[in-house]
Structures are given as C-alpha cells and as structure tokens.
C-alpha cells in the first residue's frame, strides 16, 4: 500500500505537466529544447471585454469635433473671411479620399459659419453638402429605404437645409442634384428640401414691411428706415436737420456733432398746433427699436392726455371717404346670445407730435431738433418742453459736459421750479 501510494504521488504531477505543455520535471539534456505554456481554446473564448462607459461615444464626438475647430483655427489665422472658409474645405477634402469624419467636420463648418460671416451663402451650403461621398448611402432597396438607410449621414444632412430654413435661404437646382446623388430620392434631407420648395415661396413675400438685408451701414440711412417703419402715417415727412461732421471751435477744438433725423405728418402738425400753449409737451426716450440684430434708439415730442373738459368730439366729414368711412351708424337687430355690456380698456396715453433719432442722446442735441420743429411748428416757441431722458444702454453716447445738467428735487410739486429759462429760444426747459 506504501509503495502505490508513492507511485500515485509521483505521477499525479507528470500527468498535469503533459496536459498544459510544460517539461517533465529533471534537468533538461543538450538536445531537449524549452516548451512554453499553452492556452487551451476554451480559455481563448473567456478572454475579458472591456468595459464601455455611457458617455463615451459622446466624447469621442466631442473630441473629434475639437479637432476639427483646430482646423479651422489653422487655416484661418490672419483672417476669416469666405475665402478662407472655402479653403479649410478643400484642405479637408484633399486630405483623404475616402472623407473619413466628414459628419463632424460638417457640424463644426455649421457652427463656424456665422464667425466666417458665411451664414447667408448658399454657394457655401452646396459646398458642404458636396464634402458628402457620392453614391455611398443610397438606399439599394426598399428594405434599406424603409429601415433609414445611414441615419447619421442623413441627419446631418438634414442639419444643413434646417440652418439654410433658419436664414431665409431658397434652395437652388445645384443643391437638389447633390441631394440626390448622395443621399437618393426617397431620403429624409430630400423630403426636406421637398418641403422647403413648397414653403418658401408662398411665404416670400407675405410680409408687407420687409426688412431690407443686409442693412444700411450708414447712420442716417438707417434712421431714415427705422423712422418710417414707426410712423403710421405713409405720408409722414422725414427731415435731416443735422448730418454728422466734424466743427472746429474758436479755440481750436475739434468736435464731432451728430445726425438729427426727424419725421412728422401733417396730421401731426395739425394736431400740435391745436395743443393748448398752457399745458407742456414732453420729449422722452431712448426708446429701443430692433432691426434684425441691431438695436437703434429714438426719442418722441408728446403730451398728456387732455383732461375731459377740454376734449371736443370732432364730427366725422361722411364724404372725406367714401372707400373706407371714419364712422358707423349701423341699427343693427341683437340676438338673446349678445351681450350689451363689453369690458372694453380704453387707455389714452396721449398724443404724440413727432418722432428723431440721433447719434447723441443728450438735452443739448434735442434742443436742436425742437428748434427745427419750430421752423414749421411755431407754436413749439410759446409752449413749455419738458425733458424726460433715462440713462439708455451702453449705445448711448453720454453728454460731454454732464456738470451742466441739473437734476430737479423730487420734494417739490410746484412745475414752475422745475422748468428753466432757456435763452435765445424761449422755450421752458427741464433738466
């Protein structure tokens, strides 16, 4: 029994040195050569997977997309202009043949474009729409159509008709063709520039005050648009009292003086010319007015609403239009349904004479258009003006000298000590 035992102990561990490969125990001789371990293939289908985190495709587009700015931030160095962006393209395209991570690049050039001012250029839209390989995601079959054929690449290419959508840009010829050898006719963006083509021209020119793009660059310019936006008078006049330009003082000084642009009607003018000359007008503002993405700012001539004795319902002339009469005397039978009673808000906030704007929003340059009102108002020389001016936004240019203003104390009631003599105009003031 001894002696089995020990024949058992000493084979056990040759039986497990044969099975994975490994030389019998002893000396090895001067021809016996090193045997390495073997793994079995069961241990080769075990191995470990490693693990993926739930954002990481996430930052690798994020990574990609970084590195794509870093392009762009190369090229366009000295200047970004659509030279340059044409060229960061091209630079991209010539890279690789196959356009590998052309859908990051194209979501990068998206976001780039407003930088490079290339935002409303359609040669631009069609460029990148031809950084797309051709002929590679079209559907072969209607499996493949139904089952959305390459949803990454086709949302991307939806991407770029919405921001052509988002800037007003109509689609050209150019663009269907490359939509369609890309992508194919029975695609999500070709459903989309379909959509676009129907839309767009119904809603063109739906718009009765379009306003112009790209804007005029000059002041005065601008303000003579931005005044007849706000008028509701199409016959309202505009007038430039003032065109910038540079004046020399006697001492030597140079100082720059402001546009002044004003408009006024001839209802208007009737109306201030039966103002009461007892009662003050008002000159108030910056009021802001949004042009697409530039804010101007304009000041108003008004007055408070005239107490009820001195209101005089005026009788409507039937004959001074017959198209569209002023007034309505229709008997017209009620129903049980109607009710005779309507909570209607009738809120008068006055009248309002005329309407500037100005490169400066100080007392100083406001005066100046009330003396040219005064050309053709010249009830404005008996009448009282009252400023009423806020600090405005940052836009605003402040009044050089701001020691000169005197603020009123808000402890007094009386409107005489608020008002000031100005001299060689005759008009009341308040600072």
């Known amino acids: 029994m001894k002696v089995s035992r020990c024949l058992l102990l000493l084979v056990g ?23 390495h371990f073997r793994c079995s293939p069961a241990s080769a289908k075990s191995r470990p997977v490693p693990a993926r985190f739930v954002n990481q495709d996430e930052k690798k587009r994020t990574t990609s997309l970084a590195t794509q700015e870093d392009l762009f931030e190369q ?3 000295e200047a970004k202009t659509k030279a340059t962006f044409n060229e960061v393209i091209e630079v991209f395209t010539k890279k690789d043949v196959r356009r590998r991570g052309h859908v990051e690049f194209i ?3 998206l976001k780039k474009m407003a930088e490079f001012g290339v935002e409303r250029d359609l040669s631009v839209y069609n460029k990148l729409l031809d950084v797309f390989p051709k002929e590679v995601f079209v559907p072969r079959n209607f499996i493949q159509r139904m089952f959305n054929h390459y949803p990454r690449q086709q949302e991307c290419g939806v991407q770029i008709l919405e921001q052509m959508e988002n800037y007003g840009i109509m689609p050209n010829v150019e663009t269907k063709v490359l939509l369609v050898r890309i992508f194919g006719e029975k695609s999500h963006p070709m459903r989309k520039f379909q959509r676009i083509m129907y839309w767009f021209p119904k809603f ?12 005029p660059e000059e002041p005065v310019d601008l303000a003579r648009l931005s005044l007849k936006r706000i008028a509701n008078d ?4 505009v007038t430039v009292y003032q065109l910038p330009c540079t004046d020399v003082t006697e001492s030597g000084e140079e100082v720059e003086l402001p546009h002044i642009v004003g408009i006024q009607s001839a209802a208007q003018m009737e109306l201030l010319a039966k103002h009461n000359p007892n009662r003050p007008v008002f000159v108030e503002g910056p009021l802001p007015l949004w042009l697409r993405k530039t804010c101007v700012y304009y000041y108003v001539l008004r007055a408070d609403p005239a107490p009820p004795e001195e209101k005089v319902e005026e009788v409507y002339d039937p004959e001074r239009c017959l198209d569209y009469p002023l007034q309505l005397d229709l008997d017209l039978d009620r129903d049980l349904g109607d009710e005779e009673n309507f909570d209607v808000d009738d809120l008068d906030e006055g009248p309002i004479f005329a ?8 007392q100083a340059t406001l005066n100046q258009w009330i003396s040219g009102l005064q050309q053709n108002n010249p009830i404005l020389g008996k009448v009282p003006t009252l400023f009423r001016l806020d600090a405005g936004s940052g836009e605003l240019q402040v009044a050089a000298d701001a020691e000169s203003v005197r603020r009123p104390h808000p402890e007094r009631e009386d409107p005489e000590a608020l008002v000031e003599e100005e001299s060689g105009s005759g008009q009341r003031m308040k600072q």
């Open 234 to 237: 199409l016959d309202a006049k």
């Open 204 to 215: 063109k020119h739906i718009n009765p005050f379009p306003v112009p793009q790209p804007l």
């Open 107 to 109: 979501y990068t050039a």
């Open 75 to 77: 090229v366009a160095k």
């Open 13 to 35: 561990p040759v039986r497990t040195a044969v099975q994975f490969g490994a030389p019998l125990p002893g000396p090895p001789g001067p021809q016996q050569a090193a045997r």
């Open 355 to 362: 309407m500037c704007m100005t490169g400066r929003g100080d």
